[in-house]
Antibody, heavy 118, light 108 residues
């Protein structure tokens, strides 16, 4: 069974750093893109970026380029999303999602809720 | 960046009615690279359609996708209570793989 298990909710202050994780199991981790998707409170889905865990090539939406870093450790089948300096506007739910063999995001983690507040 | 514009913003319908949701792209897409998702409050989004018209595993045949070029449609032929949700389209034609802003299907 394919599973993406994300790390728990976080409460941070502006300027702090953070790394959230996404542990994959039940499939060949290096064979599928892992994507990160943001949903701000009351808003829609936003594609942030992706990584090929076996490569590890990654690319980003211009809206997120330079503000977040996507990485992966294939030895422990885990992908990461990290910030070096959080802002209040980073408050959102973050989903890690696998892209299937076709063009569609087929397996979603349950999300990590991030709250950034002073 | 490809912009996807979904319409209408909100669709108010009764169970048993037909829902027709539109997704228009700012440039021509390869149909293989258009997907639709359903998102209910408190749940994770679910893939419904990929390749513009191919149903994902477990999706009932009352849900269908169509379209090509810049205009794509998601149709739910007879709304069931579990179909009331927000629906998003997404393109994989060119990074960034943008989503539309969503259409909410609500009970009338």
């Amino acid at each position: 069974e394919v599973q993406l298990v994300q790390s728990g909710a976080e409460v941070k202050k502006p300027g702090e750093s953070l790394r959230i994780s996404c542990k994959a199991s039940g499939y060949s981790f290096t064979a599928y893109w892992i994507n990160w998707v943001r949903q701000m409170p009351g808003k829609g889905l936003e594609w942030m970026g992706r990584i090929v865990p076996g490569d590890p090539y990654s690319d980003y939406s211009p809206s997120f380029q330079g503000h977040v870093t996507i990485s992966a450790d294939k030895s422990i089948t885990t992908a990461y999303l990290q910030w070096s300096s959080l802002e209040a506007s980073d408050t959102a739910m973050y989903y890690c999602v696998r892209r299937g063999a076709f063009a569609g995001l087929d397996y979603w983690g349950r999300g990590t809720l991030l709250t950034v507040s002073s | 960046e490809i912009v996807l514009t979904q319409s209408p913003g909100t669709l108010s319908l009764s169970p048993g009615e037909r829902a027709t949701l539109s997704c228009r792209a700012s440039q021509t897409l390869d149909s293989d690279f258009l997907a639709w998702y359903q998102h209910k409050p408190g749940q994770t989004p679910r893939l419904l359609i990929y390749g513009a018209f191919r149903r994902a595993t477990g999706i009932p045949d009352r849900v269908s996708g169509s379209g090509s070029g810049t205009d794509f449609t998601l149709t739910i032929s007879r709304l069931e209570p579990e179909d009331f949700a927000v629906y998003y389209c997404q393109q994989f034609h060119t990074p960034p793989h943008t989503f539309g802003q969503g259409t909410k299907v609500e009970i009338k």
